[in-house]
């Protein structure tokens, strides 16, 4: 009897052990779990990034232990009593108690810190800040439940390493996971999250009808390699990158950036490592250099990422203010894309609830500063896209130069397809009868002078400019050092031009001089000559060889060529090197003290070997050391296949993000990313897809409901609405529409009728003909300002800004689009002619267009509702004969019964079983 007792006694304890030894016998308090979230809720506010009240701070760990401006520290390690900061939560005299004006903390919360500071105010970093190293598997003996004796069949459960986590995640809640979903669920659902796109109905039939054991690992590696799988993430990557055929703000101007676009859906296929994507993407312009001296196009134009920044053009504006702004998005872009931070509030001041400091939000835009793009209407700098004769044009002039002068290709390959670097005429000050004409370019006229300070002269004997004039005979002299200093360079324009560029020689100087640039027009002296851009360069070499000049011609007719351009990322270097400074409450006009380019404080420092530049930078972000990168990108494919990220808040990784749901998991699967998978995003996915919590069951039951009602802790399948890219590819695919036709120039698909304004411009929502009508939703013209309305009432966002996640609702708005949208009537049209070939009666033809888009048998309720819509809009019809044509617009055939089952489909395509993955 004594030894039993004594047997049940020690598994006693070493049941109670295994949940809380700690609990038992008093535990150390954890400053992230339990101290940090009483900090931020009630004492940051006042103490933190954004005041100091009192010279207190809890946002670093050396100013808590600072004299405040009472003289004593908040926190004295190891002596809570003589702690001002609990004598203040303590105190009764309402002048001295915390938090100021507000309901006095609990006293849960009370000792809970009181117990921190006695066990020595341990500092902790927040998780997230912490490097990821690899967790050991969860083990499958389920301690929870008497050592195994009472295991729930669920030992065998697991196919992967991500099962081990979550099943041990639910047992610990009680839950167990659901049965497997069938194989038609299975397809549709794999299919759609791989693709974008449902399953042929053969697919299906084959799937579904292919016993072998690799069926299912067979079917994801054909997802994987099909070319519609690039198309599928590429639409995810275009809100990151706030990918937009238009500049944004009031004028809204067009862009040409769709190569950028067509970069991502070739990445995405050609599973280029992720860190590679992000280097090309952030520093593709400082790789090195591949042909003509210059990197390769591929990487040029994967810097279109940043220059998916807005521009404004309106007339008035402050080109540095925008410019500024730009390079704000780019570095509060580039945290929460690739470190789930929210940077943007470090522009004004530190961190309110993290440890980065306003200084260092400085130092890491220093990173960008340095780009060349200053909002101008041209979009420069931008990547040159010669057609193939020129392009041979283009190589006869570089060999040229190779022939001549090899050391000095370089910088006329640059000018030649980037055309950096020139001076934008908003550089030129101390204007005297002359004006920036609609805020954009320099104007001259009889009489009238402006400067350029401080430009380098050494070596630089030519100058190149672009000009435009109506002006009969004007002279343009550049001057240094006074506005009758010696002249430099001169020429008279024969004849009105518009945008032509001349080359003119510069006699020689060295150093830095102010240069005059000044005009006379006695013959127009109120025609202004309008000059866009200058720059000074080196003197094409092989002036004494024959045939120079004609290469000089071609040089200039080249660089004058109107062509195809897109932007991209350049640096400044010299004279357009820019000085970096801290802007003072965040105000650009106010900068306090230089910084240099540098990585917050909180993480490793850049490696030894990465150049201070953005390439380093980017180097930075996908090192092994870097504890967020991996952590976050895992966590977005992850929000997409399942409908929730591990951590919820994709955007934000820091102390006030949610906190992650199976945190080693996520760690895991980071440094499997990293270290195993050589950052392949296609690993990764089929990863998840293989997984046994991927494939269960999206049905729920009341147990579920209670445990784990949104599902975070994964205990049944992914049940999610498609997103407005998915809703419409759905529709054509299904109804035999959609092209298969990729990459290009977006497209303008039927929208509704006065829905696209464009006030400044003119321009006009031009149908496209042909098969272009019929893209996925991916190459669809997207206006910043009237975005394609109906991807905007399924939520997808303007693309001003960076958006890490698409917040899913359900309004009216979206059954009256997928009820009269263009779109969806053409789809619902072609899908009634397939239901039509394919049933013989109505019933059949509606229980094959529920199949269709299901791949599920139809429930005879749900039928019966179906057949009562068709007959009732049959009579409609039969009544009223003229009626029909305004339902079957597209196809030859116009009867009632077809247009019933028209009616019938398009009821159909807006079920909630269609629009939504189960």
């Not at 459960?157 to 659901?178: H, M």
């Not at 809100?239 to 009031?250: F, H, P, Q, S």
């Not at 899913?808 to 070939?837: C, F, G, I, K, W």
Request: glycine share 6%; charged share 25%; net charge negative.
């Amino acid at each position: 009897m004594r030894k039993s007792i004594f047997i049940a006694f020690g598994a006693g304890i070493l049941l109670v052990s295994y949940f809380s030894w700690d609990g038992i016998f008093g535990s150390k308090v954890d400053y992230n779990a339990e101290v940090k979230p009483i900090l931020n809720k009630h004492c940051i506010g006042c103490h933190g990034g954004v005041k100091k009240a009192g010279d207190v701070s809890f946002l670093f760990e050396e100013d808590m232990l600072q004299p405040g401006k009472s003289g004593k520290p908040a926190v004295v390690r190891g002596n809570a009593h003589a702690s001002e900061m609990i004598r203040r939560i303590e105190t009764s005299d309402p002048d001295d108690r915390m938090p100021k004006n507000a309901e006095p903390l609990a006293q849960e919360d009370v000792d809970i810190l009181k117990r921190w500071i006695d066990q020595g105010a341990t500092w902790e970093r927040h998780w997230a800040y912490k490097k990821v190293d690899r967790p050991e598997l969860p083990s499958l003996r389920n301690l929870s439940n008497l050592f195994g004796l009472l295991d729930l069949n669920t030992s065998s459960w697991p196919q992967n390493a991500i099962d081990y986590f979550v099943l041990d995640r639910l047992r610990k809640e009680g839950l167990s996971p659901s049965e497997k979903a069938d194989k038609a669920t299975l397809i549709r659902r794999v299919s759609l999250d791989l693709t974008g796109l449902p399953p042929t109905p053969q697919q299906v039939a084959d799937f579904v009808a292919d016993d072998s054991d690799d069926a299912y690992e067979r079917l994801v590696d054909g997802l994987l390699a099909a070319p519609s799988f690039g198309e599928r993430w590429a639409a995810m990557w275009m809100d990151l990158a706030r990918y937009a055929d238009t500049k944004g703000y009031e004028k809204d101007g067009p862009r040409n950036i769709w190569r950028y676009r067509d970069y991502v859906v070739k990445a995405f296929n050609a599973d280029k490592p992720f860190d590679t994507f992000t280097i090309e993407q952030l520093a593709g312009d400082l790789l090195p250099a591949e042909s003509a001296n210059l990197p390769s196009r591929e990487n040029l134009v994967a810097t279109g990422f940043h220059r998916n920044t807005m521009n404004n053009d309106e007339g008035g504006t402050v080109d540095e203010e925008f410019r500024v702004a730009a390079q704000i998005d780019r570095v509060n872009t580039t945290w929460e894309v690739w470190t789930g931070t929210t940077f943007a509030c470090v522009q004004c001041h530190s961190h309110p609830y993290d440890p980065i400091s306003h200084e260092e939000y400085y130092k890491y835009m220093a990173f960008f500063n340095n780009t060349r793009d200053e909002d101008v209407p041209t979009e420069s700098p931008a990547l040159r896209i010669y057609p193939s004769d020129d392009s041979l044009r283009v190589q006869e002039v570089l060999s040229w130069i190779e022939g001549h002068d090899a050391g000095v290709k370089k910088e006329f390959a640059e000018f030649l397809y980037v055309m950096e670097p020139k001076v934008n005429s908003h550089d030129f000050d101390s204007l005297v009868n002359a004006t920036m004409i609609d805020g954009k370019y320099l104007g001259l006229k009889q009489s009238s002078s402006a400067r350029l300070k401080r430009v380098t002269l050494t070596g630089k004997t030519s100058l190149m400019l672009s000009v435009s004039t109506g002006a009969e005979g004007p002279t343009l002299q550049v001057r240094t050092g006074a506005v009758d200093g010696p002249v430099r360079a001169q020429v008279r324009l024969t004849k009105p031009c518009r945008d032509s560029v001349l080359i003119l020689p510069m006699s020689p100087q060295d150093g830095k001089h102010d240069l005059y640039f000044t005009m006379t027009s006695p013959k127009t002296p109120d025609r202004w000559v309008q000059i866009k851009w200058v720059s000074f360069q080196q003197p094409l070499p092989g002036a004494q060889e024959p045939g120079y000049e004609q290469v000089l011609r071609q040089y200039v007719s080249l660089v004058a060529k109107r062509v195809e351009e897109m932007p991209i990322l350049w640096d400044g270097k010299g004279d357009l090197a820019r000085k970096t400074h801290v802007f003072e409450r965040g105000n650009w006009l106010v900068k306090g003290p230089e910084v240099q380019p540098g990585v917050p404080g909180l993480f490793p420092d850049l490696p030894a070997e990465a150049p201070k530049n953005r390439l380093g930078m980017a180097q930075w972000l996908v090192s092994r050391n870097h504890p967020l990168t991996a952590r976050v990108i895992v966590n977005r494919f992850w929000e997409q296949i399942f409908g929730y990220g591990i951590v919820e808040t994709v955007e934000d990784f820091g102390s006030q993000g949610s906190p992650p749901t199976h945190q080693q998991l996520l760690d895991w699967l980071a440094v499997s990313f990293m270290e195993d998978d050589g950052w392949s995003v296609k690993t990764l996915l089929k990863r998840i897809v293989l997984s046994a919590t991927y494939q269960q069951s999206s049905q729920t039951n009341q147990e579920q409901l209670e445990k784990d009602p949104y599902n975070y802790w994964l205990s049944r399948g992914p049940r999610v609405r498609l997103s407005a890219e998915q809703v419409r590819d759905q529709a054509l695919a299904i109804s035999g529409l959609l092209s298969k036709k990729m990459y290009g120039p977006s497209v303008m698909p039927p929208q509704p009728d006065g829905i696209w304004q464009s006030p400044y411009s003119g321009e006009r929502w031009l149908l496209s003909e042909g098969e272009d009508r019929y893209r996925r939703a991916l190459y669809t013209y997207w206006k910043r300002t009237s975005p394609y309305p109906s991807m905007t009432t399924f939520d997808a966002p303007s693309r001003e800004f960076c958006q890490s996640r698409r917040i899913r609702t359900n309004t009216p708005l979206q059954a009256l689009v997928t009820l009269n949208d263009p779109v969806y009537m053409e789809a619902s049209e072609r899908l009634a002619t397939l239901m039509n070939q394919k049933g013989k009666t109505p019933r059949e033809q509606l229980k094959e267009g529920y199949q269709l888009l299901t791949f599920q048998p139809i429930e005879e309720q749900s039928l019966k509702v179906l057949e009562k819509v068709y007959h009732q809009a049959l009579t409609a019809y039969r009544k009223n004969p003229a009626e029909v044509d305004s339902i079957l617009v597209y196809g030859a055939t116009k009867t009632p019964e077809l247009a019933a089952l028209s009616v019938s489909a398009n009821v159909m395509l807006n079920l909630d079983t269609v629009v939504t993955k189960e």
